[in-house]
C-alpha cells in the first residue's frame, strides 16, 4: 500500500495527536460464551475483546480516554482500492512502567523505594523504552470502508482485525459524522452553529471526547424514534436525572412542531420548575395538574420544588404569577361516586355464577345478559375500562329483567335482586354528572384525558406527591389513551408518558401487590404495545435493581449515569449489552455526564458514547432574567 495515500485517508478520518499517538493490535482475545460466569458479567455482544500496545509520550494518558473509538485493518476482503477496518471503543486506559512492573514484594525494601521514587521522574519524559500505554478495547461490530476518494462508509457485522497491524483513533469530525450525520441532514440542521439554547438547537449536549482539545462535538437524537421506542434515565441520586429528563422534553417540544405531546407524572414536583421557561411562555400550551386547589402564587410557590440557590428567589413568583394568570394551574378532583365501568358490571354479574352451579337454568340467564352486554359493547366500539352511560343501563335492564322471568329465577335468590335493580346506577350516574357540573374548577381523570386527546396543551405535568392518587391516575388515564388509540388505528400526535422515580410506577411485580401491581402491569402494557399505536414512555429511576424487569427490556434508548451499586451496573449491562469496563467509567462522572446508548436514535447502532448533556436549569435563568429586565 503506498504510504502516501494513507496519509492523506489518516487526516481525514484518523488523529494521530500531531505524532503522538503510534499503536498496534498486540492481541486479539476472544471471548466464549459458554454460559459460565464470564458471560454472566460481561453482559456484550462482542466475541472478542482487543489489546492494543501504544508507544509511551507523556501528554497521551491525558488526551486517551475510555470511549475513544479505534481502527484497525481486519481479513475481510476489500473490492479494488478500498480498505476495511473494524473498529472498536476503548474500555480501558491505563500506563505501565517496565521498572515497576518488575518490582518485587520481597526485595529488600529500601531498593523498592528507591525504585518507586525513580519512576515519578519517568513519566515526565517521553522514554518508550520503559514505559508503555496499555488499552483495553471492544469491538462495536462496525466495519470502517474507506474508498481511495477519501470517501467511507460504515458497516454492520463481525470482522476479525489483523493482529500486528497500526491502530488508528478516529477524529473529532469522523464521531460527528457517525453519531450525527443521519439526523442532522434529515432535520437540515448546521452543526458548525452549535448552541446550548434549547431554543435555537435541538442538540442535547455535548460528547465527551477531545475535551483537552477543545473541540466541541455536538449530540443529537432522533426525536421520534426517541419518543416511539421508549426510553430510560439511570443514575444515583443526585446524579442529574430530573435535569436531563427535562433537557430532552424541552427540546422535544421546541423542535417537533406540534407531532409530539407529553404527559409528565412528577410526584416530586419538580417539573415546574425545571420547565418554567416553557410553561410560562403565553404562546405555549401546558398544564400543570396539582394535587389540591391553589389560590394564591404564594401557595403555588410553596408547593413545587426548587433547586437549593432558587429557594428565596423573587423571580420564580413573577414567571408562576404569569402560569397562573395564563389560567394553567389545575388540580385534580378525585372520582367521588363510582359508575361501574364495564368490566366491573360483567364481573358483578359473574361472581353470580358461583351461587348457580348446580342451577343451569341460572346459568342461562346470566349468559344471556353476559352476551347482550359483550354485543352492546362490540355494536358500540366500547372498553372495558369505560364506565357504563344511560344508554346502556336502559338497553340492559329490560333484557335482564326478562332472562330472571323465562328462566324462573326465584325471587329470594341473589341474582334476582342483581338482575332487577340494575337501574340504580342511573341515579348514580345522574349523581355524578350534577357534581361534575358543579365542579367547575377541579379536574376529574376525564376532564384531563380530553387535555391528552383533544385540545392543543402539549405539555400536562401532573405534580401529584400523593403515590397512591397519582398511581390511579396513571391506570386510569393511560388505559382508556391506549384503547382509544387502539379503535382509531391512530398514531399521531405522538404522546410520550414521561415517569420521574419510576420504581414507584413500575415495581418488580413479584413482591408488589394491590395498585402497585396494577399500576407496573399497566405502565408494562403500555410500553409494550404503545409503540403501535404512537404511544412512547421514558422512565427515570435511581434504583434499577427493583425494577419491572420486562418494562426495562422494552427501552431502545438509555442514558446511564453514575450507579455505584455493582448490582445496578451488572443490569444494566446484562440488560442493554453494553461491555462492563465502559461502564465502570460512569462512576467518575459527576452530574449531568451520561453514557448514551441507543439501538435506534442515534446514528450507531448500540455503540455507547459518552456525553454532557446541557444544563436545564441555564434555560430557566435565561428565562428568569428576561422576565425581570424588562
Ligand atoms: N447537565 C447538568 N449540568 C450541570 N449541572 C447539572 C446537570 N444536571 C444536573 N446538574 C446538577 O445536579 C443537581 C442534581 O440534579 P437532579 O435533581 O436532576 O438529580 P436527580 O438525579 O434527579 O436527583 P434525585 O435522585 O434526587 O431525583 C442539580 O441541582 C444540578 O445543579
Ligand atoms: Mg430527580
Redesign the pocket.
Known amino acids: 500500500m503506498n504510504k502516501q495515500g494513507e496519509k492523506s485517508i489518516r487526516t481525514e478520518c484518523f488523529t494521530d495527536f500531531e505524532g503522538r499517538f503510534r499503536a498496534r493490535l498486540a492481541a486479539v482475545i476472544p471471548r466464549f460464551f459458554t454460559g459460565g460466569d464470564e458471560a454472566k458479567t460481561t453482559g456484550t455482544s462482542a466475541r472478542y475483546s482487543c489489546r492494543v500496545k501504544v508507544e509511551y509520550q507523556k501528554d497521551l494518558m491525558g488526551l486517551l480516554e475510555e470511549g475513544m473509538l479505534l481502527a484497525s485493518r481486519n481479513f475481510k476482503h476489500a473490492e479494488g482500492s478500498e480498505e476495511r477496518y473494524t473498529l472498536m471503543e476503548i474500555s480501558r486506559v491505563w500506563p505501565e512502567h517496565f521498572g515497576l512492573r518488575g518490582l518485587g514484594d520481597h526485595g529488600y525494601y529500601p531498593m523498592q523505594f528507591e525504585i518507586i521514587e525513580q519512576s515519578e521522574e519517568d513519566w515526565q519524559t517521553d522514554d518508550k523504552s520503559t514505559m508503555m500505554i496499555q488499552i483495553d478495547a471492544v469491538p462495536i461490530n462496525y466495519d470502517l470502508k474507506l474508498g481511495s476518494d477519501c470517501g467511507f462508509e460504515f458497516s454492520k457485522g463481525f470482522s476479525y482485525p489483523v493482529v500486528g497491524s497500526s491502530v488508528f483513533l478516529l477524529n473529532g469530525d469522523m464521531i460527528n459524522r457517525m453519531y450525527n450525520k443521519r439526523i442532522t441532514d434529515m432535520n437540515r440542521i448546521d452543526v458548525q452553529r452549535t448552541t446550548q439554547d434549547a431554543r435555537l438547537d435541538p442538540r442535547l449536549?455535548t460528547i465527551k471526547m477531545f475535551q483537552a482539545d477543545k473541540t466541541v462535538i455536538p449530540i443529537y437524537i432522533d426525536f421520534e424514534k426517541l419518543v416511539r421506542y421508549h426510553f430510560g434515565v439511570f443514575?444515583f441520586?443526585?446524579?442529574?436525572?430530573?435535569?436531563?429528563t427535562s433537557?430532552i422534553l424541552r427540546r422535544i417540544l421546541l423542535h417537533t412542531q406540534k407531532d409530539t405531546k407529553v404527559v409528565l407524572f412528577d410526584l416530586?414536583c419538580?417539573y415546574a420548575f425545571l420547565l418554567l421557561d416553557l410553561i410560562a411562555d403565553p404562546l405555549f400550551p401546558a398544564k400543570i395538574i396539582l394535587e389540591h386547589r391553589i389560590d394564591s402564587v404564594e401557595q403555588l410557590y410553596n408547593s413545587i420544588v426548587k433547586?437549593r440557590e432558587y429557594e428565596y428567589d423573587e423571580r420564580v413568583k413573577v414567571a408562576l404569577k404569569q402560569v397562573m394568570e395564563q389560567g394553567k394551574v389545575g388540580y385534580y378532583t378525585k372520582p367521588k361516586q363510582k359508575v361501574p365501568t364495564y368490566s366491573q358490571f360483567i364481573d358483578e354479574l359473574n361472581a353470580q355464577r358461583k351461587d348457580s352451579i348446580e342451577k343451569p337454568h341460572y346459568i342461562n340467564a346470566i349468559d344471556e345478559i353476559h352476551d347482550a352486554t359483550l354485543a352492546y359493547m362490540e355494536e358500540k366500539g366500547l372498553t372495558e375500562a369505560q364506565e357504563v352511560s344511560e344508554p346502556f343501563i336502559q338497553f340492559i335492564d329490560p333484557i335482564a329483567r326478562d332472562a330472571i322471568e323465562r328462566f324462573k329465577v326465584h325471587e329470594k335468590s341473589g341474582l334476582f335482586a342483581w338482575g332487577t335493580t340494575r337501574t340504580t346506577i342511573l341515579d348514580i350516574i345522574k349523581r355524578k354528572s350534577e357534581k361534575e357540573r358543579l365542579e367547575t374548577t377541579g379536574l376529574t381523570a376525564e376532564k384531563i384525558r380530553r387535555f391528552i386527546e383533544q385540545e392543543s396543551t402539549r405539555l400536562l405535568c401532573v405534580s401529584i406527591s400523593d403515590p397512591f392518587v397519582i398511581k390511579e391516575l396513571v391506570i386510569s388515564l393511560t388505559q382508556e389513551l391506549l384503547a382509544k388509540r387502539k379503535r382509531q388505528f391512530q398514531v399521531k400526535p405522538y404522546i410520550l408518558l414521561a415517569f420521574d422515580?419510576a420504581q414507584e410506577f413500575i415495581p418488580a411485580t413479584g413482591d408488589a401487590g394491590g395498585i402497585d401491581k396494577k399500576c407496573s402491569r399497566q405502565v408494562e402494557t403500555i410500553l409494550r404495545q404503545g409503540r403501535k399505536y404512537g404511544i412512547g414512555v421514558c422512565v427515570s429511576t435511581?434504583r434499577i435493581a427493583n425494577l419491572n424487569t420486562n418494562a426495562l427490556q422494552q427501552l431502545h434508548t438509555y442514558f446511564v449515569g453514575t450507579l455505584p451499586r455493582p448490582y445496578d451496573r451488572m443490569l444494566i449491562s446484562d440488560t442493554f449489552m453494553i461491555d462492563k469496563g465502559i461502564l465502570e467509567k460512569t462512576l467518575e462522572f459527576s452530574?449531568?455526564e451520561w453514557l448514551l446508548s441507543s439501538y435506534i436514535a442515534t446514528g450507531m447502532e448500540n455503540v455507547p458514547i459518552f456525553i454532557?448533556?446541557?444544563?436545564?436549569?441555564n434555560e430557566v435563568e435565561k428565562y428568569l432574567k428576561s422576565i425581570t429586565s424588562s
Open positions: 449536549g443514575a441520586t443526585g446524579g442529574g436525572k430530573s435535569n436531563l433537557n416530586s419538580e433547586p422515580e435511581q452530574p449531568g454532557k448533556a446541557d444544563n436545564a436549569e
